[in-house]
């Protein structure tokens, strides 16, 4: 079956603009994760869904951050203002979620270069 | 101190040999482990997942949990070239899912 899946793969754009990036999660899989990695670094939290609520957003650095899942599926992580530091590869895994044992399975991420 | 420590490496290990990959947590409420393996210019690939302490072996892969010491390890035999790629350890418990920040293992042919 198909595996998550990210839009755009890269996206370039400039200092101060608005930047959308989409996430479709495998087919099924109530929980959905966002992250962001930087050279060198292990993934670093955002947010969790589990349907369409955040049930954990304690990751999201500051407003500039937003990120929803309407209808429990596809999920867009929404960035505001954007600034150099936000570059990064950002990340999206979901899971079927079972207690503690939410196996997580990555997409290909989303590489953000803010100029 | 760090929530999960993790020798950045490089690991060297021949082919053939066992590689042992290591890290040590911080948040005792973790109650479950993961591993995951990271090609460069990829994104992370689930290789093992263990919540009892003890060892649970996959093929190749032998992952050890030791919730006491809060370590958990990954035991790679008969690595292969291929098995060269950046190995993040994570769990989940207080917080949701903490990655370490990667050990780079290169297998030499």
């Known amino acids: 079956g198909a595996g998550v899946s990210q839009t755009p793969s890269n996206k370039v754009t400039e200092k101060g603009k608005y930047v959308e990036l989409r996430c479709d999660p495998i087919?099924?899989?109530?929980?959905l994760y966002w992250y962001r990695q930087s050279l060198g670094q292990g993934p670093e939290f955002l947010i969790y869904?589990?349907?369409?609520?955040?049930?954990?957003d304690s990751g999201l650095p500051n407003d500039r951050f937003f990120a929803v899942r309407p209808e429990g599926s596809v999920s867009t992580l929404k960035i505001q203002r954007t600034e150099r530091g936000d570059s990064a590869v950002y990340l999206c895994?979901?899971?079927?979620?079972?207690?503690?044992?939410?196996?997580?399975?990555f997409g290909p991420g989303t590489r953000l270069t803010v100029l | 101190q760090k929530e999960v420590e993790q020798n950045s490496g490089p690991l060297s290990v021949p082919e053939g040999a066992i590689a042992s990959l290591n890290c040590t947590y911080s948040d005792r409420v973790s109650q479950s482990f993961f591993w995951y393996r990271q090609y460069s210019g990829k994104s992370p690939e689930l290789i093992m997942s263990?919540?009892?302490?003890g060892d649970k072996e996959d093929g190749r892969f032998t992952a050890q949990l030791n919730k006491a010491s809060q370590y958990v390890s990954l035991l790679i035999r008969d690595s292969q070239p291929s098995d060269s790629a950046t190995y993040l350890c994570?769990?989940?418990?207080?917080?949701?899912?903490?990655f370490g920040t990667g050990t780079r293992l290169k297998v030499l042919a």
């Open positions: 263990i919540y009892s302490n």
């Open positions: 994570g769990f989940s418990g207080t917080y949701k899912y903490i």
């Open positions: 895994a979901s899971s079927s979620y079972y207690g503690e044992r939410d196996e997580q399975f």
């Open positions: 869904f589990q349907g369409t609520g955040a049930a954990d």
């Open positions: 087919s099924g899989h109530t929980a």
